[in-house]
């Protein structure tokens, strides 16, 4: 993104704040998934200024990502608990989510927060948002509904959480495990990747907003 | 140092390449397993509906049946034996009052032939038995002796070669259009006409009243959207023309069964 006139957090922080704002104004017709996305945004808006201000003022933002990634973890627990309707295996389910949790603020612990990248601590978020997403992706062919795919909230947001934490996946992990020099523009890939996924809550936001596509209740 | 960094390049295009490749791989193998489970459940449900308007169908031939013989044994038989009482009656009563038990006793007979034919017309088996073309004459017959429009009944076969709960559904369909007339169309003529054509059996049905937007009228009442379920479940196809003050067109066709 180095490419680009404006410089990337300011195009991401523009589109955050717009689809933020559309949420909240929109608030009353989302779903509850929807506002759990909305309120991901912001909280992800926070996130990226408050990095920016790090890497200005301390020339490391890294700390600001040691405390995201909890956040993420139980943000994307719940979105999952949500969409999946889990009923049976709650206690299971949020004793893992406890496990990972406790897993990446170890990790944070043990190691300096200042000047190091959590990349263990992205790698275990991946690790349980990736089987999720295909678990859903599962949920949504056994119970398929006669809504137009593309016109369906849930699978945007799946979609693009899906692309992106795949990604993530096999760049920081795949790539960290491997010691390879990984080119920069790989991390630009990364940076387009999260964009899109933005992009698909938006899409998804959109749709939620219009009462006829909200309906994503399987009918069985 | 070079060749090393090369060859990290070249392994992150690949695994980069494999990565994109999949992933894409996955995204529209998901995409046409999730389409071929939405027309899954299409059919599904299509069969569903189908099966509930089917039973719906069912009940209401039952309940059909069952007024039609509470008519012809009960209140038949009831009427029957006033006739006999008023025609009895007539005899040992003085000559100044006979010609209004007389009148009574034709009136009576009068009723006693309409709760037959009515009888008759409620009661589907009758399709079994008197033949659908035949069953068909004799409600026109009815409707022309009531003298409110004048039907014209036009039929090329003489047997009509359809499953046996076709043609009952056929025969309540062609009553509903009828019955629509007589009570909302203001129609004077009316004309139905029954043809094969090859493997296809056509019902052409047209007055000359006032018509009705098809929209408004789907939405308003049951009879149209009944004529429309029980096309569905019979398989035929339904077309309607009509225009306000234009009269009314119908058509359905159906497909015969192979013999």
Known sequence: MRGLAIPYHYVLWSFLLILSLIGLIKIRKLSTVSKLIIVYVIISLITEYVAKKFALYYNDNTPVFHVFIPIQILFFSLLYFKVLEIKKHKITYWSLVLAFITLSIVISYNTSLWGFFPSKNFIILCSLVFPLSLLFFKKMISNPVLTILELQPYFWINIGTFVFFTLVFFILGFHASLKLNVPFWIYDILWGANFLMYLSYFIAIILDSHSKFSKNDPIS | ?259
């Open chain 2, 1 to 259: 140092m070079i060749l090393s960094a090369n060859t990290d390049i070249i392994t992150t295009i690949i695994t980069g390449t494999l990565l994109f490749g999949l992933l894409t791989v996955f995204i529209i193998y998901f995409i046409l397993l999730y389409r071929k489970s939405q027309t899954k459940l299409h059919f599904e449900r299509e069969r569903r509906k189908r099966e509930l308007l089917q039973a719906e169908v069912e009940i209401k031939e039952q309940t059909l049946v069952n007024v039609s013989r509470e008519i012809h044994d009960n209140l038949g038989q009831a009427a029957a034996l006033v006739k006999i009482n008023l025609n009895l009656i007539s005899k040992d009563i003085p000559e100044a009052d006979r010609e209004k038990v007389t009148e009574s006793a034709e009136l009576m007979k009068k009723l006693i032939g309409d709760m037959r034919s009515l009888s008759q017309s409620l009661n589907g088996d009758n399709i079994r038995r008197k033949g659908f073309i035949a069953t068909l004459q004799s409600d026109v017959d009815r409707i022309n002796k009531t003298g409110y429009v004048v039907v014209e009944f036009e039929h090329s076969p003489e047997r009509v070669s359809l499953e046996a709960d076709q043609l009952i559904i056929l025969y309540r369909i062609i009553q509903e259009l009828f019955t629509n007339t007589l009570k909302y169309a203001k129609a004077s003529n009316v004309l139905l006409k029954i043809i094969e054509e090859g493997n296809q059996l056509k019902v052409f049905y047209s007055d000359d009243g006032i018509g009705f937007d098809y929209q408004t009228a789907l939405n308003k009442g049951s009879g149209l959207s009944n004529i429309k379920d029980r096309c569905a479940i019979i398989d035929a196809k339904l077309y309607f023309e009509s225009q306000l003050n234009n009269g009314v067109s119908v058509q359905i066709t159906l497909e015969k069964p192979q013999t």
